[in-house]
């Protein structure tokens, strides 16, 4: 995992406040910036369930959520890509985690997929751990198009160095985060089976940044459809992340 503390040697000014109230000049270090991403958003809906719940709306409402819980427990700064119904292209909403250089980044998502149903974290790799994960993340990475712009034009060679790059610890940090997810999520919420699963959607693609992406569950269920609309539901949902996120924090470094 990444240890964020160590960077402060670092990091610019800007990233370091100064200890006033205390009278004292010595530099505080920031709290570490967990960078939340709610999927999709203005032109682009995502997943629509049959009663014509849109997953933008799903996921924005659970940030929100999710970050004020966070800024209450006062262990993290958190920074939304969206905070309203604007599209946001997929390689900006990595390029915002990476320029205000995130300790974390954790993408909400609740999409569509035949048979599926229940909360499931994703992490990033070149080969997709099943045929659904991959699925998930085609359909994914195509919402630039949805959008109306293409995908930055990288070829499979940048990306795979790209990947290559990604540093151990990185990895570790993510899965370290999808564990504690799938933990607390299933306290909470029905889970998928093999809930941690791995694909290789463009969100998670910051080299150095431990990256996750949560599917609240599915509008193409039913049932997730009808918990999914419902305030308490998604209440459980950014409560148990904001558990498994603060355990990350705990940990980190
Ligand atoms: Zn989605």
Redesign the pocket.
Known sequence: MRAWPNRSASQPAARAGRDVAAGQLRPTRALPLVVLDP??GGRDP??IGTEGTE?KRIVLSTALDLKQRLEAARTCRVLLTRTRDVFVPLAERVEIARRREADLFVSL???SAPGARGASVYTLSETASDAMSDALARR?NR?DLAGGLRLPSVSPEVQRILISLMRQETRAGSARLARLAVRELGEDVPLLPNTHREAGFVVLKAPEIPSALVELGFLSDPRDEAALRRPDHRARLAGALARAIGGWLATAG
């Open positions: 999927g999709h995502g997943a997953e998502h609740a999409d994914e919402a």
